[in-house]
């Protein structure tokens, strides 16, 4: 068995150690070899498709809905097309408004999601095109969209998902980037800048995971506590979001992620001395406001970790109890680096807590009910 781990202790492990592989691997293939372009051989969507589409559903359920949030946010930033995003179990019963104009991206590990299955058929019925990203191409999702763009992340056995969710952020900044090609919405060179980033992504991800120790320790101290907070703005929320589901699932320390400005329109109420607050300051241009959130919750006693770039990091110990630093990449690309310190937290706090990794309680990889 620890075989199959590769040598790990757990197959979550394992495959967040996986994920620079699994980044190159969405990628290849799909980048020209001047690394000036993004290329989709394998969609079926014509670029005379491409032009007429005038809005953009995302709709998945739990890591893959997380992943389709940081899609989105790209799509509308590079392509300025707009996006609505939904969980797949509300989808269908709200009556989304539809048209063959509108392109249905429903986003999948698995491939067997009933909920999500179902969403695309209602999609399908309403004559939108579908775009399915998945990790398993023999999937009914798979079989039953217009077209895949498969994320190469290789099998994923623990039940939370981590090398799934980043590969999917991959195959969204792909996306984006061909739509933009498609419509002309970004120049050539803004379009090899990002691609550039990108291809330093996998490195970037393994330096973070070759020193580990702090978030061990911050993970540990953590398993003490019953309640916590993160907060963030813009993608950092987004990212806030999976790093408090990935907690929730296999720790069971209650959590919530909240939209750093929002706190104060009630949660403000449950911050009381001691509480831990993960606050994700990535993003440059709302740092300052991000700090100012900071200082609210630090004023009613909670204890603050802030996660964000070397060059923020001494001016930010003035209002915070802990920092990390990630590496710098592009503001849209960061969630592909800030998710891995969060997925390490949840496994090791996981583990501090004697939990089973790999199979929490009352949660199953593949969900095929409604
Ligand atoms: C289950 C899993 C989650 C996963 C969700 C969607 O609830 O436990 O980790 O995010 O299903 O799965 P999918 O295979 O559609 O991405």
């Known amino acids: 068995v620890t075989a199959e781990k590769g040598g790990f202790d757990h197959f979550m492990l394992k495959e967040i150690y996986e994920q620079p592989k699994a980044y190159r691997d969405t990628m ?22 491409i032009r007429s589409i005038n809005n953009i559903h995302i709709v998945a ?4 809905y997380h992943a389709g949030l940081v899609g989105g946010t790209a799509i509308e930033r590079l392509v300025r097309i707009p996006v609505a995003f939904d969980v797949a179990s509300e989808y269908r019963y709200r009556s989304p408004l539809i048209t063959p104009e509108t392109l249905v991206i429903v986003v999948s590990q698995s491939g067997e999601t009933a909920d999500t299955l179902a969403a695309l058929r209602e999609a399908h019925a309403n004559g939108a095109h579908v775009l399915a990203i998945t990790n398993v191409v023999g999937s009914s999702i798979a079989r039953d969209a217009d077209d895949v763009i498969a994320t190469l992340a290789g099998p994923e056995i623990a039940v939370a998902s981590t090398k799934a969710y980043t590969s999917q952020l991959i195959a969204f900044y792909l996306f ?24 330093s992504l996998p490195e970037q991800v393994e330096a973070m995971l070759e020193n580990t120790d702090a978030i061990k320790a911050y993970a540990k101290h953590i398993s003490n506590h019953n309640n916590l907070f993160f907060i963030g703005r813009g993608v950092d929320y987004a990212v806030a979001l999976e790093g408090s589901l990935k907690l929730k699932e296999i720790s069971y320390i209650h959590s919530e ?3 750093a400005g929002e706190l104060k329109h009630g949660t403000l109420a449950l911050i009381e001395d001691g509480i831990p607050v993960i606050a994700l300051a990535t993003q440059e241009a709302l740092l300052e406001k991000t700090v100012s959130n900071i200082k609210e919750v630090k004023a009613r006693g909670a204890e603050v970790m802030a996660l964000s770039h070397e060059e923020h990091v001494s001016s930010l110990l003035k209002s915070v109890d802990q920092a990390f630093a990630i590496p710098k990449t592009l503001p849209l690309l960061t969630p592909a680096l ?4 969060l997925q390490l937290l949840a496994y090791y706090a996981s583990l501090a807590r004697g939990n089973d990794v790999d199979k929490p309680r009352n949660l199953a990889k593949s969900v095929t009910v409604e």
Do not use: W
């Open 176 to 199: 984006g980037l061909y739509l933009a090609e498609v419509r002309g919405t970004q120049t050539a060179e803004e379009i090899s800048h990002i691609i550039a980033a990108m291809q």
């Open 257 to 259: 992620a909240y939209a």
């Open 28 to 49: 290849r293939g799909r980048i020209d070899e001047s690394g000036s372009k993004v290329i989709f051989p394998e969609l079926n969507l014509t670029e005379e498709k």
């Open 61 to 64: 359920c739990g890591t893959a």
């Open 338 to 341: 800030s998710v891995v310190p």
